[in-house]
């Protein structure tokens, strides 16, 4: 399975970016899909998730509101729009999937795939 991301760049604050994650190597159908980031000295942390029907979604405290995580099966690509974008959201994004199909229809990703990352910059 390969994940590669593509979208990122450097906005202004209040800007806005989308983000896609191009999978192959597997259809995406059955399984959730996740976004995560790391800014730079600290821990990757979770962002957002999309079950496998798209129906559910779980997204960070800090993100809710501002971020929408979409997915198109038949493309077997994943998006991330990202809005008002502030500096605290500058860090590398990355696309992740799980070796487990989505049972549940849960919106929850672990990360036994990941792509290479995009870097995305809030800065005036």
């Known amino acids: 399975v390969q994940l590669v991301e593509s979208g990122g760049g450097l906005v202004q604050p209040g800007g806005s970016l989308r983000l896609s994650c191009a999978a192959s190597?597997?259809?995406?159908?059955?399984?959730?899909m996740g976004w995560f980031r790391q800014a730079p000295g600290k821990e990757r942390e979770f962002v957002g998730a999309?079950?496998?029907?798209?129906?559910?979604?779980h997204y960070a405290a800090s993100v809710k509101g501002r971020f929408t995580i979409s997915r198109y099966n038949a493309k077997n690509t994943v998006s991330f729009q990202m809005n008002t974008l502030v500096p605290e959201d500058t860090a590398v994004y990355y696309c992740?999937?799980?070796?487990?199909?989505?049972?549940?229809?849960?919106?929850?990703?672990?990360?036994?795939?990941w792509g290479q990352g995009t870097q995305v910059t809030v800065s005036s």
């Open positions: 992740a999937s799980d070796n487990s199909p989505d049972y549940s229809d849960y919106p929850a990703v672990v990360g036994d795939y």
């Open positions: 190597g597997r259809s995406i159908s059955d399984y959730a």
């Open positions: 999309v079950s496998w029907s798209g129906n559910n979604k």
